[in-house]
């Protein structure tokens, strides 16, 4: 058979549309079309707008038609949608373990856009590939992302903090009894850093107890330090009111209830053991022992308070000598 028609047969155009999705930021889509099946040059014709190039841009996200009409005087219409490519960011950022390190550090992750991302770090006009920022102080940052497009998003107020800061809030000072005793205490109160805490006292072993102890009067230097090896230091003042060990006992006393000498009791500024304080009144009954230094008597005997008079007392210890002690007396009670 002898075709006579074809040259007859006028083909409509077919087009072939392809996208690119605009940023977020800014309108940047792009709609191309191509065309096959018809005799050119083609006239195009797009909406919105009424360009009539093959290929339009800087567009926003949205649906767009072309009408293409080919040299045989056919047309055809296509339409295509320009969808958002949104860039995607987030940042991480990492604490150096003390407060005053500049060892901080602020890693930010991205997807969606065209990649490679640049990376503008706090103003920067000079971009980066690489999405890591470090030793960095605390503070708060900014970070400008772009991909291959021109697509850009920020990160504001991109907040760096370390652990808080490591301090001695105050300390504690329990004096020695006498000169003679290294029986002081510090005790720091520690806020900050990152607990558990260990102490030292002048330079010798680390303990995590907190209590400083065994200290001889005068000043010690004392050290704390937290779980990332951040260290605070202070010092404090062991006192004692009195450069011998000695126990005083007292010889009156006045259970009125007024504070002020309500109970007898020594005064005992050394270390003493296997302590008893024994009280007779003057017929020679017991009416008062106790084997605790800071435990006194207030007068009571058998519920009532006593009148005055005085009352023989018998108070035996071992000292820091370990040598045994008697103290023999009379104390007054008074009202």
């Not at 024994?278 to 435990?295: E, K, Q, T």
Request: proline residues 7%.
């Amino acid at each position: 058979m002898i075709d006579n028609f074809s040259k007859y047969v006028k083909a409509a155009p077919k087009l072939s549309l392809t996208t690119r999705p605009t940023c977020q930021d800014a309108p940047s889509g792009q709609v191309a079309v191509a065309v096959t099946g018809a005799p050119g040059p083609y006239a195009y014709k797009w909406l919105p707008g009424g360009e009539t190039t093959d290929c339009i841009a800087s567009l926003a996200a949205g649906d767009y038609e072309v009408t293409v009409t080919a040299a045989n005087g056919l047309t055809t219409r296509a339409q295509a949608t320009v969808k958002v490519d949104s860039l995607l960011s987030h940042a991480t950022v990492t604490s150096a373990p003390c407060f005053d390190q500049p060892e901080h550090s602020i890693a930010v992750n991205t997807r969606g856009g065209m990649p490679p991302y640049r990376y503008y770090f706090n103003g920067s006009s000079t971009g980066t590939y690489t999405p890591v920022f470090r030793k960095l102080s605390p503070g708060s940052y900014h970070i400008l992302v772009k991909d291959q497009r021109g697509c850009s998003q920020e990160l504001n107020d991109v907040v760096v903090k370390g652990p808080p800061q490591l301090i001695i809030q105050q300390s504690t000072v329990i004096p020695a009894t006498c000169g003679d005793m290294a029986n002081g205490r510090i005790i720091p109160l520690v806020q900050g850093g990152t607990p558990p805490y260990v102490y030292q006292v002048d330079n010798g072993p680390w303990q995590s107890d907190s209590v400083l102890q065994d200290l001889s009067s005068g000043y010690h230097s004392f050290n704390v330090k937290d779980k990332y090896q951040c260290i605070t230091s202070g010092t404090a003042d062991v006192a004692t009111q009195w450069p011998n060990c000695l126990v005083m006992m007292p010889s009156a006393f006045s259970p009125n209830g007024d504070g002020i000498n309500d109970v007898f009791r020594p005064k005992v500024y050394d270390e003493v053991l296997n302590y008893e304080l024994a009280i007779y009144n003057r017929w020679g009954g017991l009416v008062f022992r106790s084997n605790d230094p800071y435990r006194g008597w207030d007068g009571i005997y058998k519920g009532l308070l006593q009148e005055v008079q005085g009352f023989t007392y018998i108070c035996t210890f071992l000292d820091r000598n370990n040598m045994r002690q008697e103290l023999r007396g009379v104390v007054m009670l008074v009202h």
